[in-house]
């Protein structure tokens, strides 16, 4: 199947610091991903959907200049969370749609800290 | 807006003991439905999937039905074992490229 690869896997910011976050297909062209977030004990929740050369889609609720989506090129999509805040901590996790049999790969998820 | 819902929430079994887990969905065009396992701190990791144009689909201890008419899809784990303690996710999609709805996740323990 696909190969996703997220980075970083954990990240520690302080307080009003940007964060960006890399999901790549290794061996996948991949037009359209997925972010996720997923507060503890809780289910992932669909931040936006990555268009390969557009704009990201957001989900309602989920704020498109904190939560900056770029998807410049068919293997890589970033997500930049600026001015962090301490609730921004959560679970990040990137998908990418396989689109040929509905399969869906995820990335390793990367973990934010914001003190 | 289209939503999965799932139950329950938490399920606890005796080691050896059959698990169900039941999902819902709004949106009647979904005719993807994975199930994902996740264990703590790690990636969700999709164990089985059906699709729209089948009933049933089994493997090994694993069996996911499809009722299209009630929109209601269950996942089935039989002879538990404590390694099957995780969440389980269970998620309805339309064809590729839309996004993919999860349930809010069932916390399943297996007591040895």
């Known amino acids: 199947g696909a190969v996703v690869s997220q980075h970083p896997s954990w990240v520690i910011c302080k307080s009003g610091t940007s964060v960006k976050i890399e999901c790549r297909s290794l061996?996948?062209?991949?037009?359209?991903m997925f972010w996720y977030r997923q507060f503890p004990k809780q289910s992932l929740m669909l931040m936006a959907t990555?268009?390969?050369?557009?704009?990201?889609?957001?989900e309602q609720g989920v704020e498109k200049d904190k939560f900056l989506i770029n998807h410049a090129s068919l293997t890589l999509s970033t997500l930049t969370v600026t001015s962090a805040h301490p609730e921004d901590s959560s679970f990040y996790i990137c998908?990418?749609?396989?689109?040929?049999?509905?399969?869906?790969?995820f990335g390793s998820g990367t973990r934010l800290t914001v003190v | 807006g289209e939503n999965v819902e799932q139950h329950p929430s938490t399920l606890s079994v005796q080691e050896g003991d059959s698990a169900v887990i039941k999902c819902t969905y709004s949106?009647?065009?979904?005719?993807?439905f994975p199930w994902y396992k996740q264990e703590l701190g790690k990636r969700p990791q999709l164990i089985i999937d059906?699709?729209?144009?089948?009933g049933e689909k089994k493997d090994q201890r694993i069996a996911v039905t499809l009722n299209k008419t009630a929109k209601h899809f269950s996942l089935h784990i039989t002879e538990t074992q404590p390694e099957d303690s995780a969440v389980y996710f269970c998620?309805?999609?339309?064809?590729?490229?839309?996004?993919?709805?999860f349930g809010a996740g069932t916390r399943l323990f297996v007591k040895a």
């Open positions: 061996d996948f062209q991949a037009t359209t």
């Open positions: 998620a309805a999609s339309r064809d590729g490229g839309f996004k993919t709805i």
């Open positions: 990555s268009n390969e050369g557009s704009k990201a889609t957001y």
């Open positions: 949106d009647s065009a979904s005719n993807y």
């Open positions: 998908s990418v749609d396989r689109a040929d049999d509905y399969g869906y790969t």
């Open positions: 059906i699709r729209s144009n089948v």
